[in-house]
């Protein structure tokens, strides 16, 4: 029997104030999901969800110190079918509460591209490619 | 016009050597997309794209300084049907050069879970959720 490919199911970011995370990612449109609560909140994504739940019960739950600072090596994307909405979705971001770091700009692989952090520090990558088209429900071809 | 909502086109995870965190997730079942290059290399996991690429140019695409340590405040589950499951792909994940951080076992959330690192420290909750069925692609029930 084949091994099943992996499915991300959940991406989990660990914040200090999961309620005021939430609010952040409300303002940018995305609705709680039904199982949210207190001290954990979800989101779906269409097909992979996003979930805010404290960074020390986070680091807890994998058993792991939850000491860590700096660059985290890990950034989301959302891609944009054109320039124009790049600029507005990091504009919304830092309207929402987000901080501005990287206004976007052309870069070397032909795209359009630009980030910001949310609150806490997250890293979200803005971005145009116009050799990766969207599907109609927002993914991307590779 | 309503705002578009959020789609997480891409998830990046920075590592210290791109063709040889790509063979840790070919072994787990993955298949490298057509556009992948030397330097970077995406997965396309079913509306969410997974990319490698260096941690030192990721951090120098957004800007930011690449030195970090410890607690990345970010995981990625893959959730499974059943328990028996869990335990397999934890065990794949480790045959494939993962490390085990968390053996499974039963959580105080009535599922049962447990964690293991990618060859560059990226934690991963491979979890069975009896309350978040997965629909036919994998994706979980909020």
Same mark, same amino acid.
């Given at each position: 029997?084949?091994?099943?490919?992996?499915?991300?199911?959940?991406?989990?970011?660990?914040?200090?104030?999961?309620?005021?995370?939430?609010?952040?990612?409300?303002?940018?449109?995305?609705?709680? /999901?039904?199982?949210?609560?207190? /001290?954990?909140?979800?989101?779906?994504?269409g097909?992979?969800?996003?979930g805010?739940?404290?960074? &020390?019960?986070?680091?807890?739950?994998?058993?792991?110190?939850?000491?860590?600072?700096?660059?985290r =090596?890990?950034?989301? =994307?959302?891609?944009?079918?054109?320039?124009?909405?790049?600029?507005? /979705?990091?504009?919304?971001?830092?309207? =929402?509460?987000?901080?501005?770091?990287?206004?976007?700009?052309?870069?070397?692989?032909?795209?359009?591209?630009?980030?910001?952090?949310?609150?806490d520090?997250?890293?979200w &990558?803005?971005?145009?490619?116009?050799?990766?088209?969207?599907r &109609?429900?927002?993914?991307? &071809?590779?």
């Amino acid at each position: 029997m084949m091994a099943p490919p992996i499915h991300i199911t959940l991406i989990t970011l660990g914040v200090s104030d999961v309620q005021a995370a939430a609010a952040f990612y409300e303002k940018l449109g995305l609705t709680r /999901a039904p199982s949210s609560q207190e /001290a954990v909140v979800f989101f779906d994504m269409g097909g992979v969800a996003l979930g805010l739940f404290g960074r &020390e019960p986070l680091a807890e739950d994998a058993g792991v110190p939850p000491e860590g600072d700096g660059f985290r =090596a890990v950034t989301l =994307a959302w891609n944009q079918r054109d320039e124009a909405s790049v600029d507005d /979705a990091i504009r919304r971001a830092v309207d =929402a509460g987000g901080r501005l770091v990287k206004a976007a700009e052309k870069v070397f692989w032909g795209g359009y591209s630009g980030y910001f952090a949310d609150p806490d520090g997250h890293l979200w &990558e803005v971005a145009h490619n116009p050799f990766a088209p969207l599907r &109609e429900d927002g993914s991307m &071809e590779l």
